[in-house]
């Protein structure tokens, strides 16, 4: 019973004794668990106190919990931080590291957006330039505006020195379409003055020729023969002002006009004499053989003065015979067959007047009637006595279809005489004013001019009232005119003292390219000037700009050779090898370009995109490489990594073996084309491991000689496993006492002797600086005299000499050597 009792409370006891270090087990787990809380409250308000980089950093690597860490790294912004923490998470955190990365890639995107803005800009820049210096006009206006639609998307992320060479390009392409569109609106006009012309010929040699073949009896209304001579006038005035009219077409025009001023005044003679004609008939049976009506009738024959062209009216015939002259003699008319096809002509002519007449057509109607009387002229009066009739009432017709288009115009040109008076009135930019008065003035010339002289003369009365006041300005403009062609002759003075002056063998071919560019600037620059007197100036000017060219296009074309050559040289320079050599004979190239003269924009633009080219494709070749190099790089540094990490947990708590063989692998990675941080961070854990081996290897050293000290002491040593060496290293020493032996290892390890040996230590310090054996001068020296004095205690000294205090003291010099390494 009392063994049972034992045993039971002997198992109590053990089992108290057994529960007690799990309870010491639990609370430092309780307080390990309690430390983890605070620091992560402390990390969670770490994030919500606006962290730096660095502090976001710390907490995406060392975050106690993965939210923590995630949010932090959700905060990261710098791109080398996140590059940082990428490395760092990669195989261990990868919620981290995919967040990381995925916020590189952004950030990545990013830059090429940007990059690829600022090309865009670049090259929208670079475009507008060209196209404010290029000489194609094919389509300008539209690639201007596709230029500025193109700007508009990218304006805001322009630079200040972009903007504005962007809008100085504008400015140009701008200037030159205002140019391109003056030059439109003069050819424009040109040619609108050209068809005035054309019609007012056409319009004369109408009424002309309608007035020669009409009924001479038929008197014309001499109202609407004036105001068509003064609208025709005036039309022609107007068609001719300020621009070239060939020589044939002003003579047919002073002569169309001339035959109609001759007829109008002949009518106007005929009417004022027709009383004394009607008299002179009615005397002419009853008295003709009276002279004073014979004079009489001459007289007033000589003062009509009829026109030739135009048939004579019946009372001049009278008039002829009254007077005595001889009738025209009458012309042979075709034989009967002839007359009849020209009867049948005449018919289909009168059908055609009458369908024209009928769908009130003027204009063909007018020149059906001129054909028609163009065939009647041709008739006899036996085929064409039954014609006359129709031939009347058409005409008649076509005089009303006339008068109504005249009645259906009046409104339109009664109110074009309304906008004239108008603008007589308002006060106007004078340019602005002046080109209305011409758009007035050719509204009123497109409707034909007005039969009625008051109205005419109403809306001529509102021009010059209208023009008034721009006469002063363009008087001045006259002036500006005048001042302007004087620059352009001293202009023309300059280009040829420089000509006569220019030694072409030794000249500045750019100064003389910008004269030339100088000279065409300041010759445009000096307009407007007058056409007819710019002329001759004009030609003296392009013949002194020939001049002044021929040497420039020598040279240019000469320079243009020699980058052909280089840009041959560059191509040949693509494939060749050592890439290093062929990029330096590109930098000396293009060198070599830069000192090469003057050419023509559009062959050098031709030649740079083939010489860039060239280069391109040799550079290209290193970034190639370099990738290639960049790309080894990674892999190796991916290859280093576990080598690394292996390195880092490798520490002085390892054993030498392990430190070796990390070491080993740190060794291999030597020939690895590692990136510079790598490089770096392997060199450094090379530099840590060597020294921890070494170290270690000193330990083991040391430890094994403080072994072989203490079992000399104890005369245990085995001699057989001394190093063969020690034995002359020992006799090097001498032969110290044990004590001297040991105060000169704490010498040289630099530690303090006992109080008792002080005066000896101080004298052994004398003795050996007298003979010049000092304290060691490098480690590697020092080692060597502590292994001679350790050979020296295991191999010379006997073994009754040395005792185990002053062994534990030469061993704990052999440790102080071994802290300070």
């Known amino acids: ?92 955190d990868k919620g981290v590291y995919q967040i990381v990365r995925q916020k590189l890639q952004r950030i990545r995107d990013d830059e090429d957006r940007q990059r690829k803005l600022a090309e865009t800009i670049q ?50 392409c701008r200037e030159r379409l205002r140019e391109m569109q003056a030059e439109k609106d003069q050819l424009r006009h040109q040619q609108e003055q050209k068809s005035q012309r054309a019609e007012t010929l056409s319009l004369l040699e109408d009424t002309l020729d309608e007035l020669k073949h009409q009924d001479p009896d038929l008197e014309p209304s001499l109202a609407s023969l004036d105001a068509l001579q003064k609208t025709q006038e005036n039309r022609w005035l107007e ?53 004073k009506q014979t004079d009489q009738a001459r007289v007033i024959l000589e003062t009509v003065d009829w026109p030739r062209d135009f048939r004579r009216p019946t009372v001049l015939d009278a008039l002829n015979r009254v007077a005595g002259k001889p009738r025209p003699a009458k012309t042979n008319k075709p ?27 003027l204009k063909e109607s007018r020149q059906h009637f001129k054909a028609a009387q163009q065939l009647a002229k041709g008739l006899d009066h036996r085929h064409g006595k039954s014609l006359q009739p129709r031939m009347h009432l058409l005409g008649g017709q076509l005089r009303e279809l ?116 100088t000279a065409r600037e300041e010759w445009k620059a000096a307009w407007p000037v007058e056409f007819r007197d710019n002329r001759p100036i004009q030609k003296r000017f392009d013949d002194l700009l020939k001049q002044l060219e021929a040497p420039l296009d020598t040279e240019r074309k000469k320079n243009e050779a020699l980058k052909q050559g280089i840009v041959e040289r560059a191509e040949a320079l693509i494939e060749h090898e050592p890439l290093g050599d062929a990029m330096s004979q590109a930098k000396a190239l293009q060198t070599e370009w830069t000192s090469i003269g003057i050419t023509r924009h559009r062959e050098d633009r031709k030649l740079w995109q083939a010489f860039r080219k060239a280069c391109d494709q040799i550079f290209a070749r290193r970034d190639a490489r370099k990738n290639e190099q960049e790309q080894l790089s990674r892999e190796a540094d991916e290859k280093a990594g576990p080598v690394l990490e292996a390195c880092q947990s490798a520490g002085s708590d390892s054993s030498l073996d392990v430190l070796k063989a990390t070491l080993a692998e740190l060794d291999s990675l030597r020939n690895e084309p590692l990136s510079a941080g790598s490089k770096e961070r392997v060199s450094q854990e090379r530099s840590r491991l060597s020294g921890l081996v070494s170290t270690r290897q000193l330990q083991d050293q040391i430890d094994t000689w403080k072994t072989w000290i203490n079992a000399r002491s104890s005369s245990t040593l085995d001699s057989g496993a001394l190093p063969q060496h020690w034995a002359g290293l020992a006799a090097d020493v001498g032969q110290p006492d044990p004590v001297e032996l040991v105060i000169r290892a704490e010498i040289l390890a630099e530690v303090p002797s006992p109080a008792e040996d002080q005066g000896r230590r101080m004298e052994i310090q004398v003795q050996r600086l007298a003979e010049g054996m000092g304290n060691a001068s490098s480690d590697s020296d020092k080692s060597r005299q502590l292994e001679m004095l350790v050979a020296n205690w295991c191999v010379v000294q006997p073994v009754d000499v040395v005792s185990e205090p002053l062994a534990e003291r030469l061993g704990k010099a052999l440790e102080a050597v071994l802290s300070e390494s």
């Not at 007359?339 to 009928?358: G, H």
């Not at 005249?406 to 009135?425: H, I, V």
Request: proline share 2%; aromatic share 6%; net charge negative.
């Open 335 to 361: 034989d009967s067959e002839e007359q009849k096809a020209l009867a049948d002509s005449l018919r289909q002519a009168l059908d055609k007047l009458e369908e024209a007449l009928e769908s009130k057509q």
């Open 1 to 92: 019973m009392a063994a049972f009792i034992q045993k039971l409370f002997g198992n109590r006891k053990a089992t108290a004794t057994a529960v007690t270090p799990r309870k010491e087990a639990t609370k430092e787990e309780a307080d390990k668990t309690s430390r983890q809380d605070d620091q992560r409250e402390l990390q969670a308000e770490a994030l919500k106190a606006n962290p730096s980089e660095g502090e976001l950093e710390e907490l995406a690597i060392g975050g106690l919990t993965a939210g923590i860490r995630s949010e932090a790294a959700e905060a990261l912004t710098e791109k080398a931080t996140l590059q940082r923490v990428q490395k760092l998470a990669k195989g261990k």
């Open 239 to 291: 068609a001719t002002r300020d621009t070239q009219v060939e020589k044939q077409e002003q003579k047919t025009y002073e002569n169309l006009m001339q035959s109609l001023r001759s007829y109008i005044s002949a009518v106007k003679r005929l009417g004022q004499h027709r009383d004394e004609i009607m008299a002179l008939q009615a005397t002419d049976s009853s008295d003709t053989d009276d002279s």
């Open 402 to 517: 006339t008068d109504w288009q005249g009645f259906a115009t009046r409104p339109k040109q009664e109110s074009l005489c309304e906008q004239m008076e108008y603008l007589a009135n308002q006060p106007m930019e004078p340019e602005a004013k002046a080109e209305r008065i011409k758009e007035l003035q050719n509204e009123w010339r497109g409707l034909g001019g007005s039969s009625d002289r008051d109205l005419w003369s109403r809306f001529k009365q509102a021009s010059d009232q209208a023009y008034e006041p721009c006469k002063a300005y363009f008087s001045a403009k006259s002036g500006l005119k005048q001042a302007n062609l004087e620059t352009r002759k001293t202009i023309c003075d300059q280009l040829g003292t420089f000509l006569d002056n220019a030694d072409w063998n030794n000249i500045d071919w750019k100064a003389a390219e910008r004269i030339h560019q």
């Open 123 to 172: 090259t929208i820049v670079r475009h507008a330039v060209e196209q404010a210096r290029s000489d194609d006009t094919k389509l300008f206006e539209a690639r201007l505006d596709a230029l500025l639609q193109k700007w508009a998307d990218v304006e805001t992320q322009a630079s200040q020195e972009q903007t504005t060479e962007f809008l100085q390009a504008v400015h140009q």
